[in-house]
């Protein structure tokens, strides 16, 4: 019988002693440790040597599952790490969660760097009292459907331009294809954001196109930057280097541009109230945060910037494999396309949340590309209690990695787990008799956390993703550039994952 479960600190000596098949901290095993080091050599050393590149970071986790089973220790320095990668473990992990659980920062880097520069630290660097002040100001306007649904005609509207802008591009050479979709999709998901966040325009496709790409290139600088820190010595904690003066100029050059647009919104919102012509349903989400008493201005900016920015590392990837694999499977792509047109009609028909409730193959589409191509490696903790994991005990304030994401391609949770089947997450009586099998464990696949520090931006960045495929679908029939390719798309780790090569679709008016 397997044992995971709690154990005070009180009793986790005893409980070792008594059951002498629970192992103890020190026996968790994982790569060699060196002094100072810890593991951080093996994203040094060349893959003859057994090392990793840092952009191989995900594959290095499924070694690591691989070589040493269901729990694996690395030291970073002096920082203790465990990945946890048995969903049951993960279960055990969330189980005891208060309302309040505690992590280490989203991105060391960004803490770091905000606190250098007095800001606020916002929602994914900060815990306890803090954390749950800013988490309950925000929870109304950014985790319930219906406020969010209030941002879907403008997210439609973003989405059409969008659609229009592939266009403009298609129509320049004779391939449709369009080079450049990675920075194209950037600049879509930052207008829709710029929407949500000031209801105007930022001019992306237009005026400011040339800013907007620069702030696109930033915050790519940003991720992939914070990605190597992570697997570095914190050195520039201690004195500068050139790659964390380098993030400090991506950083301040996104905040800058992104603050102004802030701050420029916030100013209108207060001269419209004094003026007594502040319009109920303009400014909602900006209107909401600055209503709140227990928010500050720059706990308002932060948020906001956060919201603002965040969709450009997270949704961004995502719906760019949604584009390859619709394209690698024209079959699942038609049927999509005929949901789509069932419930929406012809091109013209208004995207309303009642449409998309209806899109559930689409949806289906969105999940297993999440699984085929997960968005991120892990989810962080920081336990409060002592625990029993894969019958090694951890002590309470270790920092665990939950690291699910290695079985997503295994036929132990999944029948046929290497292909892309979208009904394995559809409901029986929506595929009628059918072979597909999903995993039922509950803490497997999980891509947006759990519990109360899920992530904030879900059911923004879930909306952005299914009015983007609707009107893509709607418009377009995707075709890989070159079908006769057998390599399957690999990731790249950027902080978060990665398409590791350009995705080069031709885009074949319906």
């Given at each position: 019988m397997r044992l995971w479960g709690v154990v005070s600190s009180s009793s986790a000596k005893l409980a070792t002693d008594k059951v002498n098949h629970i192992k103890t901290f020190d026996e968790i095993p994982g790569p060699r440790r060196f002094p100072v080091v810890g593991t951080l050599y093996q994203y040094k050393l060349p893959g003859w040597l057994g090392g990793h590149e840092m952009s191989r970071y995900h594959i290095a986790l499924r070694d690591m599952h691989a070589k040493y089973g269901p729990l694996v220790r690395e030291q970073r320095g002096d920082h203790a790490l465990i990945h946890v990668f048995d969903p049951d473990d993960v279960k055990a992990v969330f189980s005891v969660e208060g309302k309040s659980p505690t992590i280490p920062p989203l991105q060391e880097a960004t803490q770091f760097y905000r606190t250098k520069r007095e800001l606020s630290l916002g929602?994914?660097?900060?815990?306890?009292?803090?954390?749950?002040?800013l988490r309950s100001a925000v929870h109304k306007m950014m985790l319930r459907p219906k406020e969010v649904s209030y941002y879907l005609p403008f997210v439609d509207k973003v989405a059409i331009d969008f659609m229009g802008r592939i266009e403009q591009e298609c129509s320049k050479k004779d391939d449709r294809i369009v080079e450049n979709l990675r920075e194209l999709v950037g600049k879509w998901i930052l207008e829709s954001a710029g929407m949500i966040c000031f209801e105007k325009r930022l001019g992306g496709f237009a005026e400011n196109e040339?800013?907007?790409e620069k702030m696109i290139a930033a915050n790519k600088q940003i991720f992939i930057i914070a990605g190597e820190l992570k697997l570095s010595l914190p050195l520039y904690k201690y004195f500068p280097t050139p790659r964390m003066k380098r993030f400090f100029d991506a950083e301040d050059f996104f905040y800058d541009h992104a603050s102004k647009f802030i701050h420029e919104t916030i100013q209108e919102i207060q001269n419209l109230a004094k003026l007594g012509k502040l319009d109920a349903n303009r400014y909602n989400f900006l209107s909401y945060l600055l209503s709140r008493k227990e928010l500050s201005e720059k706990d308002v900016a932060i948020i906001t910037f956060?919201?603002?920015?965040?969709?450009?590392?997270?949704?961004?990837?995502?719906?760019?494999f949604n584009l390859y694999l619709l394209a690698k499977h024209p079959d699942v792509q038609e049927r999509v396309f005929v949901e789509i047109e069932r419930n929406l009609g012809k091109q013209g028909g208004i995207v309303t949340v009642d449409v998309l409730n209806k899109l559930s193959l689409l949806k289906a589409v969105v999940k297993e590309a999440?699984?085929?191509?997960?968005?991120?490696?892990?989810?962080?903790?920081?336990?409060?209690t002592d625990l029993v994991l894969s019958n090694y005990m951890v002590p309470a304030n270790t920092h665990v990695d939950l690291n699910q994401f290695v079985h997503f391609r295994s036929p132990q949770y999944f029948h046929d787990p290497d292909n892309f089947i979208p009904e394995r997450w559809l409901r029986d009586e929506e595929v009628g008799e059918s072979s597909k099998s999903v995993q039922n464990h509950p803490y497997l696949f999980i891509p947006f956390g759990h519990g109360t520090r899920m992530c904030a931006g879900r059911r923004f960045a879930e909306q952005d993703l299914h009015v983007g495929l609707t009107r893509m679908v709607q418009k377009y029939r995707l075709e890989l550039a070159d079908p006769s390719a057998s390599q399957e798309m690999e990731q790249v780790y950027e902080t978060l994952l990665f398409p590791k090569h350009p995705v080069r679709i031709k885009f074949m008016p319906r």
């Open positions: 929602l994914g660097n900060t815990n306890g009292d803090e954390w749950y002040r040339s800013l907007v956060s919201l603002f920015g965040d969709g450009l590392s997270t949704t961004t990837p995502t719906f760019l999440l699984r085929l191509y997960p968005n991120g490696t892990e989810v962080s903790r920081i336990i409060q």
